[in-house]
């Protein structure tokens, strides 16, 4: 059974950093894209980044691009997403998802695999 599990959310106070983990079990995504979206209250999911299966091809959101950073680690099956100079409306539900195989996308419907979510809050 495939699992994603993330962690790392929390309450910061704007201007400050959060690292978020995804760790992946019941099979390998050295092959596979994986990505983070973010819900808020009232709004639909969006697309925060994506990262191809080596690693080196990714994509991320105007409104995080030089902010976040996704990256991955294929020996501990985890993506992680570093997130600086946080504003307040980066506060939502992130979630961790993978596609089974194929590259980058920010389409949320291509993806196979879905984590529960953590909450990250940003405070003024």
């Known amino acids: 059974q495939v699992q994603l599990v993330e962690s790392g959310g929390g309450l910061v106070q704007a201007g400050g950093s959060l690292r978020l983990s995804c760790i992946a079990s019941?099979?390998?995504?050295?092959?596979?894209?994986m990505a983070w979206f973010r819900q808020a209250p009232g709004k639909e999911r969006e697309f925060v980044a994506t990262?191809?299966?080596?690693?080196?091809?990714?994509d991320y959101a105007d409104s995080v691009k030089g902010r976040f950073t996704i990256s991955k680690d294929n020996v501990k099956n985890t993506v992680y997403l570093q997130m600086d100079s946080l504003k307040r409306e980066d506060t939502a539900v992130y979630y961790c998802?993978?596609?089974?195989?194929?590259?980058?996308?920010?389409?949320?419907?291509?993806?196979?695999?879905w984590g529960q979510g953590t909450q990250v809050t940003v405070s003024s």
């Open positions: 998802a993978a596609r089974k195989w194929g590259s980058t996308t920010d389409n949320a419907h291509a993806y196979d695999y």
């Open positions: 019941g099979r390998s995504f050295s092959s596979s894209a």
């Open positions: 990262i191809g299966m080596s690693g080196r091809s990714t």
